[in-house]
T-cell receptor, first 116, second 114 residues
Framework: AQKITQTQPGMFVQEKEAVTLDCTYD???????LFWYKQPSSGEMIFLIY??????QNATEGRYSLNFQKARKSANLVISASQLGDSAMYFC?????????????FGKGTTLSVSS | EAQVTQNPRYLITVTGKKLTVTCSQN?????MSWYRQDPGLGLRQIYY???????DKGDVPEGYKVSRKEKRNFPLILESPSPNQTSLYFC?????????????FGAGSRLTVL
């Protein structure tokens, strides 16, 4: 079973609009971190935002916020006021504290296209 | 600037010719890891290291070797590359190994094996 599921292969949004990228996860580890990374066409992986499993409040970083719903095992990324430079692939990822190797487990990604 | 540096960024080689992809971090991180990214398969962990002289296999270790002789360096060695190792490779590091630690990635190394 997939541990990280991103159901939107592609999303389209106009500049200045908000967009939500969906992510659900599956784990039995009580201690884990949830991450979003951006991969532009140049290929690098850019860290955007982190949410800990014990955090009570949703994480925010500038225009990025993470809508964390623990009971639903959901960690959606909200980008407010989209910009052309936001066009990229976005990955949701999870890191389980008690998993050997503590690898970052990635979803398959969502391609976001922002138009003017 | 805090960063993970990988070299080379791009490499075309032939089957069987040994190559090393270097990785260095300047953040005094204990944990380092290698991933490969392939279309349709996403990112998969190859090897990881919890600290100096401590390395272990990830999900796809076949055909790769690593070493961690110094804290800052974690090279990936392909002893006899094959075409199925054509991929985009990422080195990453974090301060610790728990789920609370953010992994910082290098810029990626695009490898083609002919």
């Amino acid at each position: 079973a997939q541990k990280i599921t991103q159901t939107q292969p592609g999303m389209f949004v106009q500049e200045k609009e908000a967009v939500t990228l969906d992510c659900t996860y599956d784990t039995s580890d009580p201690s884990y971190g949830l991450f979003w990374y951006k991969q532009p066409s140049s290929g690098e992986m850019i860290f955007l935002i982190y949410q800990g499993s014990y955090d009570q409040q949703n994480a925010t970083e500038g225009r990025y916020s993470l809508n964390f719903q623990k009971a639903r095992k959901s960690a959606n990324l909200v980008i407010s006021a989209s910009q052309l430079g936001d066009s990229a692939m976005y990955f949701c990822a999870m890191r389980e504290t008690n998993q050997a190797g503590t690898a970052l487990i990635f979803g398959k990604g969502t391609t976001l296209s922002v138009s003017s | 600037e805090a960063q993970v540096t990988q070299n080379p960024r791009y490499l075309i080689t032939v089957t069987g010719k040994k190559l090393t992809v270097t990785c260095s971090q300047n953040m005094n991180h204990e944990y380092m890891s290698w991933y490969r990214q392939d279309p349709g398969l996403g990112l998969r962990q190859i090897y990881y290291s919890m600290n100096v002289e401590v390395t272990d296999k990830g999900d796809v270790p076949e055909g790769y070797k690593v070493s961690r002789k110094e804290k800052r360096n974690f090279p990936l060695i392909l002893e006899s590359p094959s075409p199925n190792q054509t991929s985009l490779y990422f080195c990453a590091s974090s301060l610790g190994r728990s789920g609370a630690n953010v992994l910082t990635f290098g810029a990626g190394s695009r490898l083609t094996v002919l």
